[in-house]
């Protein structure tokens, strides 16, 4: 594991990779509950959305939205470039994630329309 992890409020432990793959451990037992698989490397940390929805960059040049309970994709946001920094949430559900391209995006949460960059 390369990122930081972060924890759901039920207590799951959501982590990314080498494997090109975020994870989704049961805090308690550490038994996998999910994989979700990138096209590459994934090695911000998550940001996990008040809904449960969890945001994570990968050197791909996107930014995937995940079901935080199933592991399913809602979305994906692609960048000008390799996505390096975790991801951030605003009170309003906006998320903002910064790319080797050095820019900043801001993405609405809830579709992963781009709000400006």
């Known amino acids: 594991m390369i990122s930081s992890p972060a924890i759901g409020s039920d207590g799951t432990v959501y982590v990314g990779s080498v494997d090109k793959k975020l994870y989704a451990i049961n805090g308690k037992t550490g038994v996998k509950i999910w994989e979700f698989q990138t096209e590459n490397y994934v090695n911000c940390s998550p940001a996990i959305g008040a809904d449960g929805t969890v945001y994570i ?22 960048t000008g470039s390799a996505v390096f920094s975790s991801p951030a949430i ?17 993405i609405n949460g809830k579709s992963g329309v781009k709000l400006w960059e």
Do not use: H
Request: glycine share 16%; proline share 0%; no cysteine.
């Open 90 to 106: 605003g009170a309003d559900g906006t998320v903002y994630v910064g790319s080797a391209d050095k820019k900043l995006y801001a």
């Open 57 to 78: 960059g990968s050197w791909n040049k996107k930014l995937y939205a995940i079901n935080g309970k199933t592991g399913v994709k809602i979305w994906e946001f692609v």
